[in-house]
């Protein structure tokens, strides 16, 4: 267990609403990643971090935000979403001594 | 460009035979390795990786990656294949410069009783 809560795990909303997933860690680990997960297309990198303020993009980050303004927290914000944007979500850390990442449960994402 | 191939899309094995599943990179540099499974709607769980060293690693659950510079791969084996491996595995390749993770598709193992 690496200690990653994803909040909220189900989430219904309509297209053009704005919608921020979090992502909570109780191990203060300074790396942190959303990803989507799409079939056909595996896992993309949408945004990640790698400390307090300091965020830089994925390959998949349109539409996308994110803030981290404290070591625990990473949210993803979709400012206006889209159908595109179904899709199950899923937050990472990644453990210094190792190079691995460690997944949170997801977040699965209807927009209709 | 830093990329991962999986070319199957599934994979079929009958319990107790052994199983393998394919995975080719492409990244500048020495890769480090990863494989992951995914049980049905649950997050990614680590099996194994490669980062240097002895070319075969071995992994939890039984499972073992070859890594294989000149033909860039990293297949996944198990020698003896059991139902509850049933999963979406993927295979990743970390690159260097960037230190992102980058994923293949994906591949879904059945093993039949």
């Known amino acids: 267990d690496a200690g990653i809560t994803q909040s909220p795990r189900h989430k219904v909303t309509e297209t053009g609403t704005p919608v921020t997933l979090r992502c909570h860690q109780t191990?203060?680990?300074?790396?942190m990643y959303w990803y989507r997960q799409d079939p056909g297309h595996g896992l993309r990198l949408i945004h990640y971090s790698y400390g307090v303020k300091d965020t830089d993009k994925g390959e998949v980050s349109d539409g996308y935000s994110v803030s981290r303004s404290k070591t625990e927290d990473f949210l993803l914000t979709l400012e206006s979403a889209t159908s595109s944007q179904t899709s199950v979500y899923f937050c990472a850390i990644r453990k210094e001594t190792a190079g691995e990442l460690f997944f949170g449960e997801g977040s699965r994402l209807t927009v209709l | 460009a830093q990329s991962v191939a999986q070319p199957e899309d599934q994979v079929n094995v009958a319990e107790g035979n052994p199983l393998t599943v394919k995975c080719t990179y492409s990244?500048?540099?020495?890769?480090?390795l990863f494989w992951y499974v995914q049980y049905p709607n649950r997050g990614l769980q680590f099996l194994l990786k490669y980062i240097t060293g002895d070319n075969l690693v071995k992994g939890s659950y039984g499972f073992e990656a070859e890594f294989n510079k000149s033909q860039t791969s990293f297949h996944l084996k198990k020698p003896s294949a059991l139902v509850s491996d049933s999963a979406l595995y993927f295979c990743?390749?970390?690159?260097?410069?960037?230190?992102?993770?980058?994923f293949g598709q994906g591949t879904t193992l059945q093993v039949k009783p």
């Open positions: 990244v500048s540099g020495n890769p480090y």
């Open positions: 990743a390749v970390r690159a260097v410069d960037t230190g992102k993770l980058i």
């Open positions: 191990e203060n680990h300074r790396y």
